[in-house]
């Protein structure tokens, strides 16, 4: 079963996963309420717009737009919605935009590249962790594949701190926002066991600009 980024992000969010605040809209009515409500409290609000399809790549088709006033909610909505979604993971048929999700804006420092997976090989979850966030990560194994890293946890033991502290040093993750990643990779275990997941993919990951 595939799930929308906006169901995906309401179950991390229920194991304690850091996520930005946003809702799901299916009209542009919708969409400014949505973006409204996101506001309340802040001086310069930023949104991102996001077309909610079954694939991957939705930022250069035109999917993924950040905006700063709720004009631009408006008009990105209006255009997103009912629109045919190309990405290189869709085919040439593309997808129907049928739902939007509308997200509080992050200051971002870097992005980094998370996934967990079950191995079919030793019957483990692994992540996959990378500098090169943001970025097609078949792309970043094909070119530099030195820049991808994988971590095995033990089903007899499950999660430990050893696991976080390794994708900490990989990621070239300090200080605090070591530890943060710890709590983190073990709140995507958690999920991951708790909802039997096959594949759970974060890209990217991001650092704020305040840690």
């Known amino acids: 079963m595939n799930i929308h980024e906006y169901q995906a992000k309401q179950v991390l969010r229920g194991f304690g996963t850091p996520v930005p605040r946003g809702k799901a809209a299916f009209s542009v009515e919708e969409a400014v309420a949505s973006a409204q409500e996101l506001a309340q409290g802040k001086e310069n609000p930023v949104w991102v717009v996001k077309a909610q399809i079954h694939a991957?790549?939705?930022?250069?088709?035109?999917?993924?737009?950040?905006?700063?006033?709720?004009?631009?909610v408006r008009k990105e909505a209006a255009r997103m919605l009912g629109?045919?979604?190309?990405?290189?993971?869709?085919?040439?048929?593309?997808?129907?935009?049928?739902?939007?999700?509308?997200e509080d804006g992050?200051?971002?420092?870097?992005?980094?590249?998370?996934?967990?997976?079950?191995?079919?090989?030793?019957?483990?979850?692994?992540?996959?962790?990378?500098?090169?966030?943001?970025?097609?990560?078949e792309k970043v194994a094909h070119d530099?594949?030195?820049?991808?890293?994988?971590?095995?946890?033990?089903?007899?033991?499950?999660?430990?701190?050893?696991?976080?502290?390794?994708?900490?040093?990989?990621?070239?993750?300090?200080?605090?926002?070591?530890k943060q990643i710890g709590g983190v990779v073990r709140s995507l275990y958690e999920a991951m066991v708790a909802k039997d997941m096959s594949l759970l993919e974060i890209n990217p990951l991001v650092v704020t600009k305040d840690g």
């Open 144 to 178: 530099t594949p030195e820049k991808i890293k994988t971590f095995q946890v033990w089903p007899v033991t499950g999660y430990s701190p050893f696991v976080g502290n390794e994708i900490a040093h990989a990621l070239g993750l300090k200080g605090d926002t070591a």
């Open 83 to 102: 629109m045919t979604l190309v990405t290189h993971q869709t085919g040439p048929a593309g997808r129907l935009v049928k739902r939007l999700y509308i």
């Open 56 to 72: 991957g790549g939705r930022g250069k088709g035109g999917g993924v737009k950040v905006v700063k006033s709720i004009e631009d």
């Open 106 to 137: 992050s200051a971002i420092e870097r992005e980094l590249y998370l996934s967990a997976l079950v191995d079919r090989e030793t019957s483990r979850i692994a992540f996959i962790v990378s500098t090169e966030g943001g970025m097609d990560i």
